[in-house]
């Protein structure tokens, strides 16, 4: 069986590439220092996806007036509109309101539309929220936001890692990242994990050890093998399952494109093994702006799930078991409701559980914005990014897709105008209780595209009448 | 369905019975797997069926090419199989596969992925658990390798590596084609890349272990003739694979694979001499147990937590720890191989009826017998005939089913219409609360029991009470449980006494009865409780919710019959649609 030796090309040519990237890094990224690759400081996208709404009084075309068994909160709200004060939900990231856009007013039509209830329903809402798309049991028909904008950026600004994706596990009714039609994306849980992945091809100095050598010799071989049996296999399969088979290749593939695309930069402490989400969520957030600042990816995510936050000061006094059941007891607080009496404990618990979440919020934003870390024009990275946080819904007691929590943060370069408050509902932004709007998701995504340097018409499910992208955001 | 339904319109209830009355959705066809129908590697007479329609061969073990021997009619039941998508291992699988490839009995591996399209996390996990395999060498209680690695290059060891480890890798031989491919992938790292021999041992051992006949079903059978479309009958070592995974969760041991090669798995006798002695194995309990536990929702599903998660108010449920769980959750693992593996007993009525308890001193206080001195000891006690009959009275099946404060009779009413009696019930409104509802803690709706308030709540809104008149009265059997399965006649929190009768309206279990226990007793009797079990088991091993007309008969009808969980096992096994496979067209 053993016969003469003789090198295939193709692995000649992947030994040949990582030699010369272990030589000569082709990235090279360092702390408080800028963007060197001489081609203008990089586009990125960032989304914050927190499972299982926020803290409203939001119905469908109403709010409800906090005189029925559901409360008449918004907390979502900006506390002052025209003193673009933020409200108790993320006033904790005030200080960049410079930097901020609020929106509100804008529906996840693609979700509601889908619904028989005409509201989002589990899993409906999550499989439209980034993919503003057509769905369903089975997964989103089409690839999120975040995903078409990761492969556009890539062929313009190569990265080792398409995207970064990190995890605070918890309760949810499916995840909204999608890379294809029933094909889900999932995040790093683990911090060590997380770091273990990212900072793998990383090397402080230009000068890999003999070890990291070696290892990365092991590790190309293998790919090898094994994109070459992946593709012989792939014939041998049904057509309907193809797919799978061409999804593995593909993230043998993106194995492939890290391990031939190491980077030069300062490497964040190794997170160790981490108990709860308390400790996760920071520390994802700390690995995220990293893995920004080293330049290893264009997009991130950062999914937050439905979970309970029993070590903030009010704890877990509602005894709920689950995020999700917090979320509907929202409709039996209100004066009439079953559990009238537990307002107070409701409140004190929501609101410290969003504002945890929002906490991470804070914590992205003052990494991307640290001045200590300016790109080649002098801004931020928060400066040439965008991120968007949001979630399935809004009002997590009946899961209505209308009104969506919707932040961004970042000018993407300089193309959307920052430092402003947008209300698209028909009524306008008073004190209103009715609402009604005629802007989509849809619309807001194709204004992405558009910030990250496409011409899109549209993003989603062929709506028409959500076409274009969201008037007034440039 | 993901979430539980907690309430639901009238019109989708309304929908469901007209369409198929109180009957359980038990008809229907299926199959299904990906199948490997086209080995163009398969050259050298490996033990492989090859493309449908090509030539076959017997060597190996390889099954004839007619009914296998195995004298199934494989006409009009094979041609109503349907094509099952291409499967995976599952993060479980993978982690006991390495563990036996390596016998390293506490390997630990990150594969956690359970998409339907592998993620490029997993892809990055099934990596890092080779990772793990290596990293654990000095720990390998199987000869991997067979020679000393830390020497000079050994090319016959290497190539005997490829050949041996491959084929328990892959769960088959290798083909020439295979083995001469990881002997180039040996050479590339060993010469090319200038690895050590052990180096290069450890590329051609991760690359085995991320490679597709690893990672994937893929299926070898020979084609059936007169039948509709492609259809294969699994060669031995699929059956194998089918068998191992199904029963153990894990991949075949020698005596299985010797059984394949031999041939003797495309035999009756020698499927269910295989089958026995399988089901003797600790891993076969193991299983078993795990598959119960998934059917009662103690590991957690959708809303549900899982029993080790739970956590109970103190105030009201003092006894309530984490080693309280672990208790219930050992009663439930013993009892499960006490009545299914050990007792004459049918297994499934006395999953359901028994009284037999292995407690400690802490369980038994929680039902209120005699038990050991401490928590440390465990003994088998007889519970109260009047308060408990089997899983569905016990504390791990009544603490997930309930908040952490009060029972939740529409939890429990749910669970029991859709995974004990197959009613599914369709997706409540999104404005429907999944909070168990309780008492209001300053009584502003007035002394009322948890029970009352369910009914309040639920039967005054037609569009909740169309299924709450089936959900209710089910769980309100569950009354005199708490939060944590404790029996009660005065509920914790009101001290109201608890009314626990309720008259069922569904299907043959459809009668007055006082409590849970008289459920139980005619759960056993109920031929529609008996085949959605049996309807349960048959889709976690054929991975999907429609059989054959044929397996339908064979296994469902059966175990109708006879009640007996081990001939369950057993008929799933020898069933068409766990020894055939339909091959999709192009």
Known sequence: ??????????????????????????????????????????????????????????????????????????????????????????????????????????????????DQYNAGAHGIANRTALTAGDQDEDGAKSPSIDQVIAERLAAEQPTPFERVHLSVHGHNYGTPYFRGANESMSGFREPQEAWASL?????????????????????????DGLLESYTEVKQRVGASDR???????????????????????????????????????????????????????????????????????????????????????????????????????????????????????????????????????????????????????????????YNMPLMLAGSAGGYFETGRFLDYNTFGPGPTFEYESQHSTHNLFTSILHAMGGDDAHFGNETAVYQGPLEGLV | MDGRPWVVTQELVRGRINTVGLLLALSGC?????????????????????????????????????????????????????????????????????????????????????????TELGVRQLRSSTDAVLAARDAWSVEVYGCETDGEPNAGCAEDFIRRFGARAFRRPLTDAEAQAFVTIYEDALFGEQLSFRDSLDVVLATMLQSPPFVYALEHGTPVDDVEGTVLELDGYALASRMSYFLWNTMPDDALFAAAEAGE????????????????????????????????HIDGVGLRLPLEDLAKEPDLYPEYSPALMDAMRTEVQALVERVVFEDDASGFDALLLSREAYVNASLAELYGVQGPADDETFMWVTLPAEERAG???????????????????????????????????????????????????????????????????????PTCAGCHALI???????????????????????????????????????????????????????????????????????????????????????????????????????????????????
């Open chain 1, 1 to 114: 069986m053993f016969k003469d030796f003789k090198h295939s090309g193709r692995r000649s040519f992947l030994r040949g590439l990582g030699g010369m990237a272990l030589g000569l890094p082709l990235l090279e990224y360092t702390h408080g220092n800028a963007w060197a690759r001489g081609l203008g400081a990089p586009k990125r996208f960032i989304t914050v996806f927190s499972h299982g709404g926020t803290i409203s009084n939001q119905g469908k075309t109403w709010r409800h007036d906090g005189q029925g068994s559901h409360h008449g909160e918004d907390l979502w709200r900006p506390a002052d509109w025209d003193a673009l004060t933020l409200g108790p939900i993320h006033e904790s990231v005030q200080p960049h309101i410079d930097k901020l856009i609020l929106i509100e007013g804008v529906d996840n039509k693609s979700a509601i539309e889908q």
């Open chain 1, 199 to 223: 900072f793998a091809g990383v090397a402080e100095d230009g000068e890999p050890s003999p070890e990291a050598q070696r290892l990365l010799s092991m590790r190309i071989s293998a790919l």
């Open chain 1, 243 to 401: 797919h799978k088979i061409d999804a593995h290749l593909d993230h043998l593939r993106a194995l492939e494109k890290e391990l031939t695309n190491p980077v030069v930069c300062t490497r964040p402490d190794d997170p160790g093994d981490v108990g709860g989400a308390e400790h996760i969520g920071p520390l994802h957030v700390d690995l995220l702006v990293a893995a920004m600042r080293c330049g290893l990816a264009n997009v991130g995510a950062l999914e937050i799930g439905d979970i309970l936050t029993p070590w903030t000061a009010a704890g877990n006094a509602t005894g709920v078991g689950l995020g999700h059941s917090l979320g509907h007891d929202a409709r039996d607080i209100g004066p009439t409701g079953p559990k009238a009496s537990m307002y107070d404990t409701w409140f004190a618990e929501a609101l410290d559980n969003r504002r945890w979440r929002w906490s991470l919020m804070r914590r992205l934003l003052d990494g991307l914005d640290d001045p200590n870390f300016v790109e080649a024009d002098g801004g931020t990275l928060l400066d040439q990014s965008l991120v968007l946080f949001t979630s399935e819904f809004r009002n997590a007691s009946g899961h209505y897709a």
């Open chain 2, 30 to 118: 299926y199959a299904g797997v990906s199948v490997d129908a086209q080995d163009g590697g398969a050259t050298d007479g490996a033990p492989m069926a090859p493309t449908a329609g090509a030539d076959s061969s017997d060597e190996g073990g390889a099954p004839s090419g007619d009914d296998g021997g195995s004298g199934e009619p494989a006409g009009s039941c094979l041609d109503a199989l349907e094509a099952r998508p291409l499967r995976r291992l599952s993060p479980l699988q993978v982690r006991n596969t390495l563990r036996d490839l390596v016998g390293v009995e506490d390997l630990e591996t990150p594969f956690a992925d359970e998409a339907d399209v592998i």
């Open chain 2, 265 to 296: 798995l495309t035999t009756p006798e020698g499927l269910q001499q295989q089958v026995e002695r399988m089901l003797a194995s600790p891993k076969a309990k193991a299983r078993v147990q795990s598959l119960v536990s998934q059917w009662l």
């Open chain 2, 391 to 461: 899983l569905l009275t016990r504390g791990a099946f009544l603490s997930v089913h309930a908040g952490q404060r009060f029972q939740s009779p529409i939890a429990r009413g749910v669970y029991i219409l859709e995974d004990v009696l197959c009613k599914e019930l369709g997706d409540p409104p999104p404005t429907a609360n999944d909070t168990p509802i309780e008492p209001d803690v300053d009584d502003t709706e007035g002394p009322l029991t948890v029970r009352e308030l369910v009914d309040v709540r639920t039967m005054d809104d």
């Open chain 2, 472 to 586: 209710n009265p089910t769980g309100f059997l569950f009354e005199h449980y708490d939060a944590l399965g404790r029996w009660r006649t005065h509920e914790v929190y009101s001290g109201l006494e608890i009314d626990a009768e309720a008259a069922l309206t569904l299907g043959d279990v459809a009668a007055p009865m006082s409590d849970a226990v008289a459920l139980s007793e005619s759960l056993v009797q109920s031929t529609d409780a008996r085949a959605c079990f049996a309807q349960r088991w048959t889709e976690a091993a054929l991975d999907a919710e429609h059989f054959d007309p044929c397996t339908e008969d064979e296994v469902i009808t059966r175990f109708v019959q006879t009640g007996d969980v081990r001939s369950l096992l057993s008929s799933i096994v020898s069933s068409p649609g766990f020894r055939y496979a339909r091959v999709e067209g192009e």
